[in-house]
């Protein structure tokens, strides 16, 4: 009978109920290269791969009924069993209960190999048209080795890289990934071998003819994998996306009326250069383009200023960055210039090209520039570097109108005056007179009001009411923009707490500066403030704009942006980024933090109505903020027009004196209590 079972092509082996062999025939010595004498006593579950032990049990278990009725052969598995030298194999197991006289001696089973079959079945049991599938695939489909080394490929890689496929297989992986995507391509490659797990990474890959091309691959390791043994790797060419990217990224950065960098982007640049070689900013406003564009209409003043635009490129430097900064205004930062009287000259030879004829679809036409200047200065800040070239060009457009223009003891009073308004913010501030107005979003598919965002304005005792224009760029120089901002929130929250209070719990939108990022205490003094007022943290939605971001303050012990901010999304705030598509980092910071809403700009939504590029770089917004998941809201929404086109295009949000402008504690209050009323009265 021995002989018998030892002369069996399959495994035979005998179990106890725990698991453990008391006996295996000569096959399992001949397939599997492990001596039974060596396995007697051993758990079966040692061979057998972790993913498939909670199968096998299973089997085991449904012959082990109560008081031992269980059925009289186990459900069949496919197992992969390890063999004496490591590796892996599929067999088809199937057990069944050994009785004698009645009692349960152990569980006998039969292996039988099914490597080969399991490898027809990923083949679909056709290797050509299994492989004529893959070749024609339009992914790129790689099989590796441990070593990362290609054992086979399909033509795709041919198609979309233009490498010889008889020169790729052999060959390792590395050697057609361009030098930048190597390390990251190793390292994937290390975490696969030593487990079963999944990769996804995005490389550039080089392209015959010296091009690189963005491509992702889907990495699998299946090393232990008896029939695959080794990594699959699918790739994804990433152009079009990569396109798409650059293409947002460069609407981001860039006037699209002109091709110029836009403010936001100037402002980037300038923070760069603050601090090292001395550099030149050149405020341009035109003369006389008004007439021009009411005369001739808005295309033919959009024609002049495209032309503005490219004699501009053409009269500064290559070092020199020229941005358009408003409907007729544009900046220009000249590097290197050390001296105000080289600043002139260079600013005289600009104003010349500027004021030279054009020719339009519709005729000559002749306009002229007035130009102010600042130069850098080791305390210098952006705000104040735009401020004071603005001063200058407005005085020297007073000039050319025979206005009386200020001298420089008059610009110089302009500083003094601008530390008496700080002075009387810092004052103001304790005395209350900084308050929040509040402007209401709604829901674009419903019209319900969802909460409001507070805005700071400040009732100055001798000017009154105040915009944030008139003295925001004062209150970080002054370093009060914590105290300010302390004081909006007070406000905003006391007004909501009073809507509570008519049942009206709505979201609370608030703007935080670098100053209030970088405050170690923010986070905690914010949950202080909501906890009194009995405000809902996860009703606060926390606004950021990319340039507060990218800003960096050093003060001492202050606590990093990102800090601060992992801090109010444990807290249970909702993170907006706001004026989203103005800064070149929107994507990066998209990825970065755990953003819960974008706000559209309001200069996109201005434009969207009648410029093209406004509309889609809007739709491409919208489309972004579908794919991710994330609330889109667009502010500065002032006409019908406007929010038809984005209820249309699948905004959820919008706020803007269409719906209502800021308001005062009791105005909002009313406001709201007003548009309830309404409501009812509708529905009823």
């Known amino acids: 009978m021995r002989a018998l079972i030892d002369a069996l092509p399959d495994c035979l082996y005998v179990l106890d109920l725990d698991g453990t062999v008391t006996f295996l025939n000569q096959a399992v010595e001949q397939q599997l290269d492990l001596a039974p004498a060596e396995w007697i006593g051993r758990s079966i579950l040692d061979v057998v791969h972790p993913d498939d032990v909670a199968g096998v049990l299973s089997s085991i278990d449904s012959m082990q009924g109560a008081d031992r009725q269980g059925k009289p052969i186990g459900t069949p598995v496919e197992v992969r069993i390890r063999d004496g030298r490591g590796a892996w194999h599929w067999y088809e197991v199937v057990g069944t209960s050994i009785f004698e006289d009645g009692k349960l001696t152990g569980l ?45 490929v ?37 975490r696969l071998r030593v487990a079963n797990r999944s990769e996804s990474i995005e490389v550039p890959m080089k392209v015959v003819g010296g091009r690189t091309r963005p491509v992702r691959f889907e990495m699998v390791g299946l090393v232990d994998d008896p029939v695959v043994a080794g990594i699959v790797v699918s790739g994804y060419d990433l152009t079009e996306l990569q396109v798409a990217r650059e293409e947002l990224e460069y609407l981001a950065q860039h006037d699209p009326l002109t091709g110029l960098a836009n403010r936001s982007f100037l402002v980037q640049h300038m923070h760069k250069h603050l601090g090292g070689d001395r550099f030149a900013v050149l405020f341009i ?11 001739y209409g808005h295309e033919t003043g959009d024609e002049l200023l495209r032309l503005v635009g490219r004699r501009l490129e053409q009269s500064i430097r290559p070092i020199d960055l020229v941005a358009r900064v408003g409907g007729d205004e544009f900046v220009v930062v000249a590097a290197g210039l050390g001296t105000r009287s080289a600043a002139r000259q260079f600013a005289d030879r600009i104003e010349a090209a500027l004021s030279s004829p054009y020719r339009l679809e519709v005729g000559p036409v002749r306009i002229g520039a007035s130009i102010g200047i600042s130069m850098s200065e080791p305390d210098s800040t952006v705000a104040s570097l735009l401020s004071d070239a603005d001063l200058e060009m407005y005085d020297a457009k007073s000039d050319r109108r025979g206005v009386s223009v200020r001298s420089s003891a008059g610009r110089r009073r302009s500083a003094i005056e601008r530390r008496r308004l700080a002075d009387e913010l810092a004052a103001g501030l304790g005395r209350g007179e900084v308050v929040a107005h509040l402007q209401p979003i709604i829901d674009l598919r419903t019209r319900g009001l969802v909460g409001f965002e507070a805005l700071a304005r400040w009732h100055h005792p001798v000017q009154g009411p105040l915009r944030p224009s008139s003295f925001m760029d004062l209150v970080e120089d002054a370093g009060l923009d914590v105290d300010l901002g302390d004081a909006v929130l007070e406000s905003a929250c006391t007004t909501m707490a009073r809507l509570a209070r008519h049942g009206q719990h709505l979201e609370l939108g608030i703007n935080l500066s670098v100053g209030q990022l970088t405050d170690p205490d923010l986070a905690a003094r914010l949950a202080v403030t909501l906890a009194r007022f009995d405000l809902d943290p996860e009703r606060l939605v926390v606004e950021i704009t990319e340039q507060t971001m990218l800003a960096r303050r050093s003060a001492g012990g202050a606590v990093s942006a990102d800090d601060t901010l992992r801090s109010l999304h444990q807290l249970g705030a909702t993170l907006s980024l706001d004026d989203f598509g103005t800064g070149y980092s929107s994507l990066t910071h998209v990825r970065r933090f755990p953003l819960g809403a974008i706000k559209i700009d309001q200069t996109f939504v201005a434009g969207m109505c009648t410029n093209a590029q406004d509309h889609a770089v809007i739709e491409v917004i919208i489309g972004l903020g579908r794919a991710l998941d994330l609330l889109v809201v667009a502010e500065g929404v002032e006409s019908q027009e406007q929010l038809a086109a ?12 269409l719906i209502a402008p800021p308001m005062p504690d009791d105005m909002a209050v009313q406001w709201v209590l007003d548009r309830e009323r309404n409501e009812r009265k509708q529905t009823a």
């Open 108 to 152: 006998l089973g039969v292996g039988r190999n099914i490597t080969q079959r399991r490898m027809w079945e990923v083949a679909a049991n056709d290797v050509t048209r299994f492989q004529q599938v893959v070749q024609v695939a339009p992914s790129i489909m790689l099989l590796l080795d441990a070593d990362g080394v290609v054992a086979s």
């Open 154 to 190: 399909n033509a795709a890689f041919t198609r979309l890289l233009g490498h010889d496929l008889t020169k790729v297989v052999g060959a390792p992986l590395t050697s057609f990934v361009a030098d930048e995507g190597v390390t990251e391509v190793i390292a994937a490659l290390a």
């Open 285 to 295: 406003d035109l003369d006389r383009f008004k007439p021009v564009n009411d005369l």
């Open 646 to 657: 984005l209820a249309k295009l699948g905004c959820n949000q919008v706020q803007g004196y």
